[in-house]
């Protein structure tokens, strides 16, 4: 049973402990010996249709064709990772990221103070409006002088893959797989564009934390936010989960390749056994249907595992 958009909308005001979908996803805050479950969501195992023949699609990114894929039960964090859940590890570990390792990360443009500007020294010549920010890190987005104080419930960002990985272990939870993903964010419905269903803006509402206006010099914000969102903005989808559009892309488990899907096994697909770059889903807070039209749920994208931006998180999920 697919749950439309107007059910999903009803749901929103529910508590995700106390909620329950028609597939059977619930909220659970059981303790393991491995690690809690408090804030995650168990999803049944089960059978849905994983990427697109839309015609916005990106085939070069490989998310077609649209095909049966089959997983078994896990439990996916109902949120992306904060800095509040971030800072408790790295209290608890004395963990340093790889962009502090490295010295530095890169930042929207937008957002580099005026102070720092002239000490910019790099951009990225594909796209220019990364700069790279001596001192930028988790706990100093847009470099040094800068921080989180005001930002604890945002999703912690500035983390690479090796840096998501680390604190998954800590957690004693994993990072999902592409597949466990994207069945999560579909929230039920079957084949739909968003996670909400196939209206960007349903009702004239915003559902997502994306670009509005002209990328990348001119963001309206007409969603309220012109960076990062706290990490339950916007209702949730249809199984209770936030954010699975737009606001961060989330690292996930697999290894990236275009085409690998049109050969792995259709139960528990995972990507290559290695590979250059890791998936990313989910689009961010500077997708733009002219530049990044990938806040869609089959869209896909990927990086270096030590590659850290300010519009990259996670979020973990773990086995039942």
């Given at each position: ?157 500035h983390v690479s893959w090796n840096d998501a990985q680390a604190y998954a272990r800590w957690a004693g ?148």
């Amino acid at each position: 049973m697919a749950l439309t958009a107007r059910d999903t909308a009803a749901q929103a005001s529910a508590e995700p402990s106390a909620w329950r979908s028609a597939a059977g996803a619930e909220a659970d805050t059981a303790e393991t010996e491995s690690g809690s479950h408090a804030g995650m969501i168990r999803l049944p195992g089960g059978t849905f249709r994983m990427g697109t023949d839309d015609r916005e699609g990106f085939p070069q990114d490989g998310e077609g064709p649209s095909r049966l894929v089959t997983l078994d039960s896990f439990y996916l964090d109902a949120c992306a990772v904060t800095n509040e859940q971030f800072l408790a590890f790295v209290r608890d570990t004395g963990y340093k990221t790889e962009a502090e390792l490295y010295g530095w990360s890169f930042v929207f443009h937008l957002f580099v103070p005026e102070r720092l500007r002239s000490s910019v020294d790099a951009v990225v010549q594909s796209a220019p409006w990364w700069w790279k920010v001596d001192g930028a890190s988790w706990h100093a987005p847009e470099g040094p002088g800068t921080g989180i104080g005001e930002r604890m419930d945002h999703p912690v960002v500035h983390v690479s893959w090796n840096d998501a990985q680390a604190y998954a272990r800590w957690a004693g939870k994993r990072l999902p797989t592409e597949a466990e993903w994207e069945y999560a964010a579909r929230g039920g419905l079957e084949g739909r564009r968003y996670a909400w269903g196939d209206t960007l803006l349903p009702d004239g509402q915003h559902r997502c934390n994306i670009w509005q206006g002209t990328f990348p010099q001119v963001n309206e914000a007409l969603d309220g936010y012109a960076g990062t969102a706290p990490a339950r903005s916007f209702p949730p989808n249809g199984f209770g989960f936030y954010h699975m559009a737009g606001n961060v892309w989330e690292w996930c488990a697999d290894w990236f390749s275009p085409a690998y899907h049109r050969t792995t096994p259709s139960l528990n697909p995972a990507g290559p056994p290695q590979g250059q770059t890791k998936t990313l889903k989910g689009g961010s807070y500077l997708c733009h249907s002219s530049y990044c039209n990938r806040y869609r749920v089959a869209a896909r994208t990927s990086n270096t595992p030590d590659s850290s931006t300010g519009h990259m998180g996670f979020r973990c999920a773990a086995d039942v």
